[in-house]
């Protein structure tokens, strides 16, 4: 079974991720903000990132150039899952290593269809 | 002659009360946070009880895929808290901004009673209304 690491400050996020993905029989594992989701993907190795943007302590794309810092995650899929949609933003989450970059509020047959494309 | 039935407050006429009127407007994205985390809460816990219930009984194919299609589009539309959140917290910061700067330039407002309008919704809470008989 695949593992996914879902990060976001919002519950709600975390659920609605959550329900979607384990629904198509991931495991998920969730944090609340970069920082917690450095630390628990140090603890533990997962088969793809799925992140928030904008979050406390530590944002997404951060959380994304520290990940790609560690080597066992130098060639794992980071989706950033956020609200932003601007060109400048995208092009800093993919100059930061990110994989793909999702505008909320997500599809839940789309975010499948890209975590299968992405995932190995 | 057409009359306005909401009594709206009254535009401020110096910037001091529009310093005021900044205030009033970010306790009153405030609320709104209150209310729409408040209504979140419950639809996901509705939600959640929706499916659970659904899981545990027996459909035909066509009716399996309409559920999950119309789950889909719940699950799609109950994002709106975090994003709802997200623009009032701008937009709170964007006034508490303004407010500084009016007040930086123009002094402090001329207090309690200037803005002593109607608030057209006072309910911090998602639970059904009261319901009164006359």
């Known amino acids: ?3 996914i690491l879902a990060v976001d400050d919002s519950a709600s996020m975390r659920q609605m991720v959550a329900f979607t993905l384990k629904g198509a029989g991931y495991n998920v594992i969730e944090a609340a903000d970069g920082q917690e989701a450095l630390d628990k993907a140090r603890g533990e190795t997962v088969d793809l990132v799925l992140t928030d943007q904008n979050m406390p302590r530590m944002d997404g794309i951060t959380l994304v150039q520290n990940l790609r810092g560690l080597a066992t995650y130098a060639a794992t899929p980071i989706l950033i899952l956020t609200t932003e949609s601007s060109d400048e933003m995208k092009a800093k989450g993919r100059a930061a290593g990110a994989t793909g970059w999702l505008v909320k509020p997500f599809d839940p047959g789309k975010l499948l269809d890209v975590v299968r494309k992405v995932i190995r | ?27 009153d994205l405030e609320r709104l946070k209150t209310i729409v985390n ?11 009880e929706f499916v659970e219930l659904e899981q545990q009984t027996q459909r035909n194919s066509e009716e399996r895929l309409r559920i999950e299609s119309a789950i889909g589009t719940a699950v799609t539309a109950l994002q709106f808290q975090d994003m709802a959140t997200q623009l009032t917290g ?24 200037y803005f002593e309008h109607s608030q057209p919704v006072r309910q911090s809470e998602m639970s059904a209304g009261s319901i009164d008989l006359f």
């Open chain 1, 1 to 3: 079974m695949h593992s």
């Open chain 2, 1 to 27: 002659m057409t009359q306005n039935p909401t009594r709206e407050p009254p535009l401020p006429d110096n910037g001091r009360d529009a310093a005021q009127e900044c205030a009033a407007i970010e306790a």
């Open chain 2, 38 to 48: 408040d209504a979140a809460g419950r639809l996901l816990g509705s939600f959640n």
């Open chain 2, 90 to 113: 701008h937009a709170q910061r964007r006034l508490a901004a303004l407010e500084s700067c009016l007040r930086s330039l123009y002094g402090d407002g001329v207090g309690a009673g």
